[in-house]
């Protein structure tokens, strides 16, 4: 397996939160060596608790993970606590260039991509960054 050397050059700022429905130590570590804290949540409810208790920057939601009752999502959950906070949804295997995001939903990313990830997490932290200066 190849190792992955994409290292951005960026400052620390908020924290990412993962919601996924097992452990993903790569994921975690991959992040963190790029310069984004990370936490990982247990539940759509611990996930919630974290957005309002700290500084949250961008959260990662497992695509099995987001859910839909009652017509409301995890992402929309999010969203209705922290409206700035970017919401990216993580696919598994390659993902569609072109599909329609789902409420809430800021952008769609692939385990399979780790460094398109990064490029998103990238995009949607320097926008909100710049839109707050």
Avoid at 4 to 22: A, D, K, W
Avoid at 27 to 56: I, K, M, T
Wanted: proline share 6%.
């Amino acid at each position: 397996m190849a190792k992955l050397t994409f290292i951005s050059n960026r400052s620390s700022g908020g924290l990412i939160l993962l919601l996924f429905s097992t452990h993903s130590p790569f994921l975690v570590r991959f992040l963190e060596r790029n310069g984004y804290p990370v936490s990982e949540a247990h539940s759509p409810d611990h996930l919630l608790a974290l957005c309002v208790s700290n500084p949250v920057e961008a959260v990662i939601v497992d695509v099995c993970q987001l859910g839909e009752i009652e017509g409301w999502s995890v992402a929309q959950s999010v969203k209705m606590v922290r409206p700035s906070v970017s919401v990216v949804l993580l696919c598994h295997g390659e993902a569609p260039e072109r599909v329609e995001l789902p409420a809430a939903v800021d952008a769609l990313a692939s385990e399979a991509d780790p460094e398109g990830l990064l490029r998103i997490l990238n995009r949607h932290t320097r926008a909100k960054t710049a839109a707050t200066s």
